[in-house]
């Protein structure tokens, strides 16, 4: 896929998510764009491209569960029992509604289960699931770091204080800097990421980056980025949720920490 081609098919995906309620609506109208043909066919355009604007757009499918799925080598379109960060199970159901178990956010059909519960929960006891979903989960909180950084921004240039917007300050342009930097750093920790321990750090490093975005962008906009009604508490609370599935980046941290102990050796996780 050429420069042009994926342009138009980031395009039509923006568009599709932009229009359509999330949730099983946005499966079906991902389905009909052809989601499952491409993450068989490109995972390494699929992935990057539509979990990115996942997080740009705020909105949510249960596409992960397509993405251990189809890394294990069985057919997509069912559920994953998911580890979650405290030692839970997960899932991630295709309807809107949770069904029974205790829901993590009221805005995603997520819920707590029992590990045996969900069909196809054995693809997160693959390493090559694992980290495919890793990866995923890294791009999307990439992305919702973006959509928060934009919103900070754009406040930013449109606030003004004392005859001058804010952005001009240097507390306020430091914490952008911060941020952006933070991401940037993440994006091209998951662009060199293949194997488990380099999805498992890069998801780590996303994980820490959309969180600090979400520090630095809430004192950036002050008193209106701890209101609910602000379109950043809706990432905030995104980032929040999908930092912890498949492990926070506190969790991955010490993961890699106790790996690279029983190695006695750092491997190379990036040809430069």
Known sequence: MDAEERELLAEALRGTMTATPPGAALDAALAELGWEDLLADEPDVAVPLVFSLLGETGAHASLLNDVLLVAAGQPGGGVVALPYAGGRQVVWERADAAGDGEVLDAALPLRAVDPDVADGGKAAADPAA?????????????????????LA??????????????????????RLAETHVALEGAEATLTVAEEELGSLLAKASAGQAALDAARHCQQVLGGIGFTAEHALHHHIRRALVLDGLLGNSRELTRQAGAFIRAQRTAPRLAQL
Do not use: E, S
């Open 153 to 174: 921004r754009t406040h930013a240039l449109d606030r003004a204080q004392f005859g001058k917007p804010i952005a001009g300050f240097q507390a306020v342009r430091h």
């Open 130 to 150: 694992l980290a495919a979903g890793r990866r995923a989960l890294g791009w999307w909180l990439v992305g919702t770091g973006r959509a928060m950084l934009d």
